[in-house]
DNA sequence: ATATGTGTTGAA
DNA sequence: TCAACACATATG
């Protein structure tokens, strides 16, 4: 179920994420020297074998082992729950209770290996639509992020409060009660997806005038275009047909060539009808995407240029009808009302295989959240390298 | 001073 | 991968 491939998130902060390089036993066999007389180590005060009276009832106060997984004792009668990948251990946090420490991995074990994951009490758990919810939940997270919810403590919180955000439609699919989209919804998090395919973001383009106007054309620009829609030489001048997929499933077959006069690559037929109906302006964004599974399904996407002035009577005279302020993100009408609820933003059919496992997108997007939220995600500091 | 989580190892 | 265990660091 591991993709392979996957870094989720950059690691351009300096990771406090508890990975232990454990790459000594690699290369170094035997480095350490320890003191000869290894019979009665001590770490930390605990485990000592104090020999009281005779060594039968010597008193072994040796860490109790416990009988969950990921589960290790600490030396102050605590908890620690940890879980490997890629020969690495991933610190899980530390907890006064076993059992809560044994759900701390059941919680890490699902987000990273998924469905098949063996668990400690996972399965037993709640009704399926309940899962559902916390299968969505862990999608919409990176690993980092979950980590970082176990070793705190508030993962569990933070589910409750998706679980109120969220509800179900009757089709399976997830929509946000209040109606609003939100925030990660913004950034492909694969929860937001149609279908829940991991997908890699491929660039972006803020449309000229010209791209919307009526020359039937969108010019990609040449580095994006060589770099992920490349050209068989044959292919060049007379172009192929590509399929793009837009966020409600719609299918987009645009003509893409290479136009030696101005020497560009761009998109033509079928792109005018896309620049109508999604009814793009210049300066609005239009973004590529691809699928990172084996079918490499190309999904075109776009945002408006910027929020419409809130308040501003941009009409001056007119009747106007203030109260609804509607924002267009990657296809997403979202309408704000006085106080009603309406839009459902569609987020996921809850499927189950854990992403994670291939967003080769992860930076330009992680690139992207940061420029955004670099003010509200503070508290991401956790950083999964190399998972 | 104590708690936390890392370094390391042996076993599976 | 996994957990045991010693111990270096972080934390208060």
């Given at each position: 179920m591991e993709g392979s491939s996957s870094i989720d998130q950059e690691s351009t902060t300096t990771d406090s994420l508890s990975i232990a390089p454990a790459t000594s036993s690699w290369t170094l066999p035997a480095t350490k020297t320890k003191s000869p007389e290894s019979l009665c180590r001590m770490g930390s005060g605990t485990s000592v074998i104090i020999d009281a009276e005779n060594g039968v009832e010597a008193e072994s106060r040796k860490l109790p082992s416990s009988r969950y997984k990921g589960v290790v004792p600490q030396p102050n009668g605590r908890w620690g729950a940890q879980i490997y990948e890629k020969h690495q251990r991933v610190w899980l946090g530390t907890f006064n209770e076993e059992n809560e420490a044994a759900k701390a991995y059941d919680v890490a074990a699902q987000k990273f290996r998924g469905r098949d994951a063996v668990t400690n009490f996972k399965p037993l758990l709640e009704n399926q639509e309940s899962d559902d919810v916390e299968i969505a939940f862990l999608n919409s997270h990176s690993k980092a992020e979950i980590v970082d919810m176990?070793?705190?403590?508030?993962?569990?919180?933070?589910?409750?409060?998706s679980k109120k955000l969220y509800g179900f439609t009757k089709d399976g699919m997830l929509k946000r009660k209040d109606g609003l989209i939100s925030m990660s919804s913004f950034f492909g998090n694969n929860i937001d997806k149609v279908n829940n395919k991991a997908r890699e973001q491929l660039f972006e383009k803020a449309v000229t005038p010209s791209d919307?106007?009526?020359l039937n054309r969108l010019v990609i620009p040449k580095q994006h275009a060589e770099k992920h829609f490349p050209l068989q030489n044959g292919n060049t001048s007379k172009g192929v047909l590509l399929n793009f997929e837009d966020l409600n499933g719609k299918v987009w077959r645009f003509r893409y060539s290479y136009w030696n006069s101005s020497q560009s690559y761009v998109l033509t037929k079928g792109w005018s009808r896309f620049v109508k109906e999604k009814n793009l302006k210049a300066g609005d964004i239009v973004s590529f995407q691809r699928s990172t599974s084996g079918d490499k399904q190309l999904y075109i996407d776009f945002k408006a240029r910027n929020?419409?002035?809130?308040?501003?009577?941009?009409?001056?005279?007119?009747?106007?009808i203030p109260q609804v302020q509607m924002v267009r993100l990657f296809g997403v009408n979202i309408c704000k009302v006085p106080a009603t609820v309406s839009n459902v933003v569609v987020i996921d059919n809850h499927n189950n295989n854990n992403n994670m496992t291939s967003c080769s997108g992860g930076k330009r997007r992680m690139e992207m959240e940061l420029l955004t939220f670099e003010s509200c995600r503070k508290k991401q500091r956790v950083i999964i390298d190399a998972l």
């Open positions: 176990l070793r705190k403590h508030t993962y569990i919180d933070e589910l409750e409060q919307v106007g009526k929020v419409p002035p809130t308040s501003t009577a941009v009409v001056t005279n007119q009747v106007q």
